[in-house]
C-alpha cells in the first residue's frame, strides 16, 4: 500500500543545533516533494519544493534532501530558534498534473532556548 | 499578498444539519482542494476541483459534496452533519504554475 510516514514522536533540540526531520515513502513516485510549516490552530504555510531531479535545495536556513532511491527527503534547519517550533509536514505530489497533494502526519519540533 | 479565505474560523452545529464551508481564493488559480485535519491521521483529501465544475473525488468523500460555480470559490457541503465530522477544514489552492498548496486558516467545525 502506498505511505508516507513521517517520525510521529516530537523532536526536542537545544537552540543554535541542527534540527533534522524525516520524511519516508512507499508505492510513490512522485514528480516533487514538499515541505510546509504549521503552527497551532493555522493552515500549513509552503515552506520548500524539491524535485525529483534534484539532490538538495536551500533556502536561507533551510536545507532539503530528496533521495529517490531511498525514498527519502530529509528536512534540516540550522542555527534552529524558539520560533521554529512547529509541526512540519511533507507531502508529496499523488497524481500528475493535478496538483492533489497526499501528506505526512507530520513532526513536531520543539526548539528549547 | 495572496490570499486564501474560509467562511468561519469555528462553527458547531447539530446532528443533521446541514452544512456549508466556503472558500475563496484571490489568485486565479485553477486548483482547489478540501483537506480535513485530525490528531494522529493528518491531512486527508475530500475532495478537490482543477475547474469551475469540475470536481474529483479525493480519499474520504463519503457524507460531503461539493460545489465550484466560479473558479475563486470552492464550497464543500456536508448534507446531514455527523458527529465524526468533527474535524479542523482547510482549503487550499494551487496554479498551474505554482503546484504547492496555498492554504487557508481552517475551519475547526464542533457536530453535536
Known amino acids: 500500500s502506498q505511505k508516507i510516514e513521517q517520525n510521529s514522536e516530537a523532536l526536542n533540540i537545544q537552540e543554535g543545533k541542527t534540527a533534522t526531520l524525516t520524511c519516508n515513502y512507499t508505492?510513490?513516485?512522485?514528480?516533487?516533494l514538499q515541505w510546509y510549516r504549521q503552527d497551532p490552530g493555522r493552515g500549513p504555510v509552503f515552506l520548500l519544493l524539491?524535485?525529483?531531479?534534484?539532490k538538495e535545495k536551500r533556502k536561507e536556513r533551510l536545507k532539503v534532501t530528496f533521495d529517490t532511491t531511498l525514498k527519502q527527503s530529509l528536512f534540516h534547519i540550522t542555527a534552529s530558534q524558539p520560533a521554529d517550533s512547529a509541526t512540519y509536514l511533507c507531502?508529496?505530489?499523488?497524481?500528475?498534473?493535478?496538483?492533489?497533494?497526499?501528506f505526512g502526519q507530520g513532526t513536531t519540533l520543539q526548539v528549547k532556548p | 499578498d495572496v490570499k486564501v479565505t474560509q467562511s468561519s474560523r469555528y462553527l458547531v452545529k447539530r446532528t443533521g444539519e446541514k452544512v456549508f464551508l466556503e472558500c475563496v481564493q484571490d489568485?486565479?488559480?485553477?486548483?482547489m482542494f478540501w483537506y480535513r485535519q485530525d490528531p494522529g491521521l493528518g491531512l486527508r483529501l475530500i475532495y478537490f476541483?482543477?475547474?469551475?465544475?469540475?470536481?474529483e473525488k479525493g480519499d474520504i468523500p463519503e457524507g460531503y459534496s461539493v460545489s465550484r460555480e466560479k473558479k475563486e470559490r470552492f464550497s464543500l457541503i456536508l448534507e446531514s452533519a455527523s458527529t465524526n465530522q468533527t474535524s479542523m477544514y482547510l482549503c487550499?489552492?494551487?496554479?498551474?504554475?505554482?503546484?504547492?498548496?496555498?492554504f487557508g486558516p481552517g475551519t475547526r467545525l464542533t457536530v453535536l
Open positions: 489568485m486565479d488559480h485553477e486548483n
Open positions: 476541483s482543477y475547474d469551475v465544475k469540475m470536481k
Open positions: 508505492n510513490y513516485s512522485p514528480a516533487y
Open positions: 507531502a508529496l505530489d499523488g497524481s500528475s498534473n493535478t496538483g492533489k497533494l497526499i
Open positions: 487550499a489552492s494551487g496554479g498551474l504554475a505554482e503546484i504547492h498548496g496555498f
Open positions: 524539491i524535485r525529483e531531479n534534484e
